[in-house]
């Protein structure tokens, strides 16, 4: 298993890979993960619990992040002092390879281990860890499985790592429908060999019925805020509703906007926690905000893995989100929940309203059909299935999802 994210590394890639390694030593594999000694990614932190009772090998990873972002303001700096207003196109890192991680220096390893297992498996991104495997597999002559936790967003020169990569796979595993739909649209040739494995929640989830909440009303985002996953239309029509007992509670990294709002609103922010508090304050909350990006040509299939723990938390979801499999989750499986097109600003305050009013009415509850299909272990007798289809030479398409 090429899993870069992988403990100590805290990312929401981690919480996948572990959750196979662990539940597939009950399912007749014996999984040896290949990850990176220490991450290079500036942002990512090491704070995640390495996990007992799994093989890991470790190797290096080289600073092509550092290097890479002193290249360009290097770059920059010249182009603005001869007048430029861009850099060529031509002279960027995506053009040559698919990540900064393809320093990560996993191939002499995996070539080892490869050679001693039935199946290399990859989990992506990053990217380069595909093409790194593909080599390996093709060398070692074992079946090679792809999982894209989240699709390959790439263009131009990314597209060709993409397609060399997924026509040497015995089997393509997608996070969504929508995403096997759209990869089995551009490689029909291939789709036999695509299978859809989301993400899920893990750990010991009971179908619960709805809960009366008592106290303050408090609105909940965790995790980050960046690019079009802002909070400020939500910020304005609680700031204009102006009800005395309700909060807004941030977990994780701040926003600059909510300095804005400060004066009008009742905020409360814990910084970065570790997942299980993380955990621990959901299900404290009487809604959870869950807002995703409308302006990518991956929104449509796009399902942050933090969905599938506030369904499994059992409180209410308020979601900003465009017709696709996200809003097609939480219709589905999120009991009491509010769905509205992103940034609409009636359609928010109607749905924050609908939600105060009933703040003292028995509500949400956690859907037994969701517990049954999106747990992890029965995630991973999916994959099991994957592996034992790929290591008889038969392709596994014909598994459907649900």
């Given at each position: 298993?090429?899993c870069?994210f992988?403990?100590?590394?805290?990312s929401?890639?981690?919480?996948?890979?572990?959750?196979?390694?662990?539940h597939?030593?009950?399912?007749g594999?014996?999984?040896?993960?290949?990850s990176?000694t220490?991450?290079?990614?500036p942002?990512?932190?090491?704070?995640?619990p390495v996990?007992?009772?799994v093989?890991i090998?470790r190797?290096?990873?080289?600073?092509?992040?550092?290097?890479?972002?002193?290249y360009?303001?290097v770059?920059n700096?010249?182009?603005?002092?001869?007048g430029?207003?861009?850099?060529?196109?031509f002279l960027?890192?995506?053009d040559?390879?698919?990540?900064?991680?393809v320093?990560?220096?996993?191939r002499?390893?995996?070539?080892?281990?490869?050679r001693q297992?039935?199946c290399?498996?990859v989990?992506?991104s990053?990217f380069?860890?595909?093409?790194t495997?593909?080599?390996?597999?093709?060398?070692?002559r074992?079946?090679?499985?792809?999982?894209?936790?989240?699709?390959?967003?790439?263009?131009g020169p990314?597209?060709r790592?993409?397609?060399?990569?997924?026509e040497?796979?015995?089997a393509?595993?997608?996070n969504?429908?929508r995403?096997?739909?759209?990869?089995?649209?551009?490689?029909?040739?291939l789709?036999?060999r695509?299978?859809?494995?989301?993400n899920?929640?893990?750990?010991?989830?009971?179908?619960?019925?709805?809960?009366?909440?008592?106290?303050?009303?408090?609105?909940?985002?965790?995790?980050?805020?960046?690019?079009?996953r802002?909070?400020?239309?939500?910020?304005e029509?609680?700031?204009?509703l102006?009800?005395?007992?309700?909060?807004?509670?941030?977990?994780?990294?701040?926003?600059?906007?909510?300095?804005?709002?400060?004066?009008?609103?009742?905020?409360?922010h814990?910084?970065?926690?570790?997942?299980?508090?993380?955990?621990?304050l959901?299900r404290s909350?009487?809604?959870?905000?869950?807002?995703l990006?409308s302006d990518t040509?991956?929104?449509?299939?796009?399902?942050p893995?933090k969905?599938?723990e506030?369904?499994?938390?059992?409180?209410?979801?308020?979601a900003e989100?465009?017709?696709?499999?996200?809003?097609n989750?939480?219709?589905?499986?999120?009991?009491?929940?509010?769905?509205?097109?992103p940034?609409?600003?009636?359609?928010?305050r109607?749905?924050?309203?609908r939600?105060?009013l009933?703040r003292?009415?028995?509500?949400?509850?956690v859907?037994?059909?969701f517990?049954e299909?999106?747990?992890?272990r029965?995630?991973?007798v999916r994959?099991?299935?994957?592996?034992d289809?790929?290591?008889?030479?038969?392709e596994?398409g014909?598994?459907?999802?649900p």
């Open positions: 298993m090429m870069y992988f403990p100590p590394i805290h929401v890639g981690t919480y996948r890979s572990v959750g196979f390694a662990q597939l030593q009950e399912l594999w014996t999984p040896t993960v290949l990176v220490k991450t290079r990614i942002w990512e932190r090491s704070t995640a996990p007992d009772g093989d090998v190797a290096t990873e080289l600073p092509l992040h550092g290097a890479s972002a002193f360009d303001a770059l700096k010249v182009f603005r002092f001869v430029a207003r861009t850099t060529p196109g960027g890192l995506s040559w390879v698919p990540d900064p991680q320093a990560w220096l996993s002499r390893a995996a070539m080892r281990l490869a297992s039935d290399v498996y989990s992506c990053p380069s860890a595909a093409v495997g593909a080599i390996v597999a093709r060398r070692c074992k079946p090679l499985v792809l999982d894209f936790r989240d699709p390959w967003q790439g263009d990314q597209r790592f993409e397609r060399w990569a997924i040497r796979a015995d393509l595993i997608l969504t429908p995403a096997m739909t759209a990869y089995a649209d551009r490689f029909p040739r789709a036999s695509m299978v859809v494995i989301p899920g929640f893990d750990g010991a989830v009971e179908p619960r019925p709805a809960v009366r909440r008592t106290g303050t009303f408090t609105i909940m985002h965790v995790g980050e805020f960046y690019g079009s802002r909070p400020d239309t939500l910020l029509v609680l700031a204009d102006n009800l005395p007992d309700v909060e807004f509670v941030q977990v994780g990294p701040a926003l600059d906007s909510f300095d804005r709002f400060s004066s009008r609103l009742r905020f409360r814990h910084r970065t926690v570790p997942r299980e508090d993380a955990l621990a959901m909350a009487s809604l959870l905000y869950l807002k990006h040509v991956y929104a449509p299939f796009a399902v893995a969905t599938y506030y369904l499994s938390s059992g409180v209410p979801v308020l989100c465009w017709p696709g499999d996200a809003s989750l939480i219709r589905d499986y999120g009991i009491d929940a509010e769905i509205v097109a940034d609409q600003r009636d359609q928010l109607t749905a924050v309203e939600a105060y009933r003292r009415d028995p509500v949400g509850g859907h037994p059909l517990i299909r999106y747990n992890r029965a995630l991973t994959l099991a299935a994957v592996l289809a790929v290591v008889t030479g038969r596994p014909a598994l459907t999802w």
